[in-house]
C-alpha cells in the first residue's frame, strides 16, 4: 500500500516540489495541488491529476557507437526516423519503437539536411542529391542531384486532383536552395526516371518550377492548402502558389524590416492559414497566408525568438532569448492571463503623512481561485487593531439564488473553514434575504487569519461551495477599533477610540501567462507544455496557470526533439538509444484539514491514467479511432438472490 495511505500524510499546500529520476520507474512525486486541474468532487473531496512523464519505449538507431554519433532526430504521426553523421538512417514505429528499416544514404559523411515525410514517402538530403524512399517499407524510389546545395531542409506536400471519376494523387518536394532560390520538384516525374531512367514525354526537366528572390533562407518553407510561405534573413515573408497554372509565381511579399530569427510557424484553423514569424529585432508578424499578406496582428517583445514555436488550437507559445516561455492567443495576439483569485482591502489610516501609523487598519481578503478547495483568507493586517466583525454583501455578485430566512426549505448561507478560535468567531448572523452575512469575532488581532469557505446549504443537499468568481463584487466591510491595553480594560474606562468601518469590494485580477528559466519547448499534451529549462531538465508546464507540475533530470538525453506533430516528448542520447516518453496523469484525492493556525490537506492517490496512442495537433483528423475508455473499472453488478427455492 502507498505509504501516503499507510500514514495518512499531511502535506501541506505549499513547498511540495516535484522531482523525479529519468530512470525510475515508480511514479514521480506529485507536484503542488494548487496547479494540477480538478477532475471532480466525491464526498466533499477534490480530485487532481498531475502529470507525469514514462518512457512508452526505448529503441536504438543503427550506427557504430565508437566512431558515429546521432545527428538528426524527426518525427512525424507515424515514424520516427534518426540519422547518424555518417549517413545512416533508421525508421521507427512512433507507437512501439519497432524498426521498420535502415539504410545508408549518400556517401560518408556527406552534410544532410533533417528527413522530410508525408503519409508514404521520406525524402533526404545528402550533400546536392534527393533521396526519395518508401516510408514504411525503405524502398528507394529515386535520387536525384539538384542543380544547386539546399539551404534548409525540404518538406513534402501532396494534394488530390479528380479527373472525371478518378482521383490522382499528385506530390511534391520543395526545397530552398542555397542561391536564394525555392524550387518545387514534381515526385511522380522523378520516380519514373528512377525507374526508366528517362522523364516523362511533357516533362523536359526534373524541376517543376523555380522562384527566384536572391534572398537567404534558412527555414523549411510552409505548406498550406494551395500556397507556400516563408521567411527570408532580409526580413520579408512571401507567399508562392504550389499547383496549377499559376504554381511557382508569387501573391505576396510582406516586408518585416528585420531578418527572421526563429523558423516560422503555420496555425491552420479551417480555411483560415496564418504564417507567425519572429524577427531579429524581437517582434512577432501575424500574416494571413491566402490573401494579399493582411497583418492579423504584430507584437512587440523584450528580447527576440530564437527557439522554434508552438501552435496548439488557439495557443501560441514561444520562448525569448532571454529564457521566457510566453502563451498568445493566435487569432488575437492576445497574452494569455492567468487567473490570480479574487480579492479585496479595506483600509483606513488616521496618522498624519509621515508619520507612523498608529492607528492604521487595514483587512484583506483573498481567494487563490486556481482550485475547488482553495479557502477564502481573511487576514488583519491593521497596527494594533482588532477587528469586531466582518460582512460580506453578496447582493452586488453575480450569484443568483432565492432565500428566505423564514422558510427552511430554500438555501441559506454558511460559513465553512478554519481559524475560529484563534480569531474568537463566536458566531454568524443573516440577514433576512440570506445574502448579507456578518462574523462577530473576540480577539481578532492584528496579523491573525481566518480561514473559511462560503456555501449554500439546503435541507436536502449537500453544502455547495460558492465559488471565487461568484463572490466578484461582493462588498466586504470590518468594524475595527484599537486594541485596548490590559490596563485600561481593567479600570473599566470607556473606549477613546470607537469602532469604525472600513470598506472594501472583491475583484477578480490576472496576471500575463510567462514562465522564466525556460530554454526551449519540446511537445505538448492536452493540458500541459512540455520544455527544456535552463539547467538541462524537462519540466512539465500547466497550460492554464503556468505553473510547473513536473521535473525530469535526463541529463543523458542530450538530444530532444522539437515534436509539433503529437504530444510524445522524444530524446536519444549521442549514440542513438532513442526513447519516447508518454504522458501518465496520477489522479490524487485531496481533502481539506482544519488545524490551528492554517489549513492543510490530506493528499491521496485514486488512480494512474494513460492515453494509449498519441493525439496529433498538426492532422488531428488522422488520429485512429478509439474507445472512451473509463479512469476506473465499472462495477458489475451481482444479481439479487432468490428468496426462494428453484423449482
Not at 502535506?11 to 523525479?20: H, I
Not at 533521396?131 to 535520387?143: I, N, P, Y
Request: hydrophobic content about 40%; charged content about 20%; overall charge neutral.
Amino acid at each position: 500500500m502507498n505509504p501516503v495511505f499507510r500514514k495518512g500524510l499531511l502535506l501541506a499546500l505549499s513547498g511540495w516540489v516535484p522531482t523525479v529520476n529519468a530512470q525510475e520507474e515508480t511514479p514521480p512525486a506529485p507536484a503542488a495541488p494548487a496547479a494540477a486541474q480538478p477532475a471532480e468532487s466525491q464526498d466533499g473531496r477534490a480530485i487532481y491529476s498531475v502529470p507525469s512523464l514514462k518512457p512508452q519505449w526505448q529503441a536504438r538507431a543503427v550506427l557504430n557507437r565508437a566512431t558515429d554519433k546521432l545527428k538528426h532526430l524527426t518525427a512525424d504521426e507515424d515514424v520516427v526516423v534518426a540519422q547518424s553523421m555518417s549517413g545512416v538512417i533508421t525508421v521507427l514505429n512512433s507507437e512501439n519503437g519497432r524498426e521498420y528499416w535502415s539504410s545508408h544514404i549518400g556517401r560518408i559523411n556527406d552534410a544532410t539536411m533533417p528527413a522530410a515525410t508525408d503519409s508514404q514517402l521520406l525524402a533526404v538530403i545528402t550533400g546536392p542529391t534527393i533521396h526519395a524512399f518508401e516510408k514504411f517499407t525503405g524502398r528507394r524510389l529515386f535520387s536525384y542531384r539538384m542543380p544547386q546545395s539546399p539551404s534548409a531542409a525540404p518538406i513534402i506536400f501532396r494534394r488530390e486532383v479528380t479527373y472525371g471519376t478518378s482521383t490522382r494523387m499528385l506530390r511534391w518536394i520543395v526545397v530552398p536552395m542555397i542561391d536564394g532560390s525555392i524550387v518545387s520538384f514534381d515526385v511522380e516525374s522523378l520516380e519514373r526516371m528512377g525507374r526508366l531512367g528517362t522523364l516523362p514525354d511533357d516533362v523536359w526537366r526534373g524541376e517543376q518550377w523555380r522562384f527566384v528572390i536572391s534572398e537567404d533562407v534558412r527555414f523549411s518553407v510552409l505548406a498550406g492548402s494551395s500556397r507556400l510561405g516563408f521567411a527570408t534573413g532580409a526580413g520579408n515573408i512571401y507567399s508562392i502558389m504550389l499547383s496549377g497554372s499559376d504554381a511557382g509565381q508569387g501573391r505576396f511579399q510582406f516586408i518585416m524590416k528585420s531578418g527572421a530569427s526563429a523558423p516560422p510557424v503555420l496555425a491552420v484553423r479551417g480555411t483560415d492559414e496564418r504564417v507567425v514569424s519572429a524577427t531579429k529585432d524581437g517582434r512577432l508578424f501575424c500574416v494571413d497566408l491566402n490573401s494579399a499578406g493582411r497583418m492579423h496582428w504584430g507584437l512587440a517583445l523584450a528580447a527576440p525568438v530564437m527557439k522554434p514555436m508552438l501552435a496548439v488550437q488557439n495557443d501560441l507559445y514561444f520562448v525569448t532569448h532571454d529564457g521566457v516561455l510566453a502563451k498568445h492567443d493566435i487569432l488575437s495576439g492576445d497574452a494569455g492571463q492567468i487567473s490570480s483569485g479574487t480579492g479585496a482591502v479595506a483600509s483606513q489610516s488616521e496618522s498624519s503623512r509621515g508619520e507612523l501609523r498608529a492607528y492604521g487598519a487595514l483587512v484583506e481578503a483573498n481567494i487563490d481561485g486556481l482550485t475547488a478547495f482553495a479557502p477564502f483568507r481573511i487576514a488583519n493586517r491593521s497596527t494594533q487593531q482588532e477587528v469586531r466583525s466582518i460582512s460580506i454583501d453578496l447582493s452586488r455578485t453575480a450569484l443568483t439564488f432565492t432565500a428566505s430566512a423564514a422558510d427552511p426549505a430554500v438555501p441559506a448561507i454558511t460559513v465553512l473553514g478554519d481559524g475560529r478560535e484563534s480569531t474568537g468567531m463566536t458566531g454568524m448572523t443573516l440577514s433576512p434575504d440570506q445574502k448579507l452575512a456578518t462574523l462577530e469575532f473576540t480577539g481578532f488581532d492584528a496579523d491573525e487569519y481566518l480561514y473559511l469557505n462560503l456555501g449554500l446549504q439546503h435541507p436536502e443537499l449537500p453544502v455547495q461551495k460558492i465559488a471565487d468568481s461568484h463572490l466578484a463584487g461582493a462588498d466586504i466591510r470590518a468594524l475595527v477599533a484599537p486594541k485596548r491595553a490590559a490596563s485600561a480594560i481593567a479600570a473599566g474606562a470607556a473606549e477613546a477610540y470607537p469602532p469604525r468601518t472600513i470598506k472594501g469590494r472583491l475583484s477578480t485580477g490576472s496576471r500575463p501567462w510567462k514562465v522564466s528559466g525556460v530554454a526551449s519547448i519540446l511537445a505538448a499534451s492536452e493540458a500541459t507544455i512540455y520544455c527544456e529549462d535552463l539547467s538541462g531538465s524537462i519540466v512539465g508546464i500547466n497550460r492554464s496557470n503556468g505553473s510547473i507540475e513536473f521535473s525530469m533530470n535526463a541529463a543523458d538525453q542530450s538530444i530532444r526533439l522539437f515534436n509539433d506533430r503529437t504530444d510524445r516528448v522524444i530524446t536519444s542520447t549521442l549514440t542513438g538509444q532513442i526513447t519516447l516518453w508518454a504522458e501518465r496523469r496520477i489522479q490524487y484525492g485531496v481533502t481539506p484539514i482544519p488545524i490551528a493556525g492554517a489549513f492543510t490537506w490530506v493528499v491521496t492517490p485514486v488512480a494512474e491514467l494513460q492515453t494509449d496512442f498519441a493525439r496529433y495537433h498538426r492532422n488531428p483528423e488522422q488520429r485512429p479511432l478509439m474507445p472512451d475508455v473509463p479512469a476506473r473499472e465499472p462495477q458489475v453488478a451481482t444479481a439479487p438472490e432468490e428468496s426462494g427455492a428453484g423449482g
